[in-house]
């Protein structure tokens, strides 16, 4: 498997590098948020098998069955089930997920802190430190930002 690159993020004080592929950006501008409509989202996975480092190599797009409103979004949890089964029988790691908001630069905000949060505490044995990326309504990398959650908080990557 290869990949095209769109961007890298870096956590500098992780010492961590995460590639971006074209098809994960593809996925997050396809299905921006506008004003009014409901938020959108899906889950995240990474190859480790690259020589050249890590790779987000899937963005799973929305689901019909998830449920959002303008400001929140629960993923269903059987397409969720569904999809970490089929992308770990490719080798792939699920490590967060995604979701929009409808705003130019996207910010977590406290509901996305507790989700993020929660979503650590069920996956705590496989995912201790979820990413979470959110994708914002602009046109260049700079709406769609991402952060680690580690113990003492979220970190947030910088855009190579």
Known sequence: MSYDLA???????????LKVSTEVVDIFFSHQQKLKEDEKGGQLFIDTSMSDGLWLAVATPPHNADLSGPTWLE?????????????????????????????????LSPQDIKSFREFSRKNISSLPNPLAVIVGN??????????????NGFIQATLN
């Open 75 to 107: 993923l269903d949890a059987n397409r969720c089930k569904q999809e970490a089964i089929e992308y770990q029988n490719q080798g792939l790691v699920l490590v967060g997920y995604w979701h929009t908001h409808a705003e130019l630069t996207p910010n």
């Open 138 to 151: 602009g046109s260049n990398g700079d709406t769609i930002r991402a952060w680690s959650l580690q113990e």
């Open 7 to 17: 961007w890298e993020w870096r956590w500098k004080t992780l010492d961590v590098e």
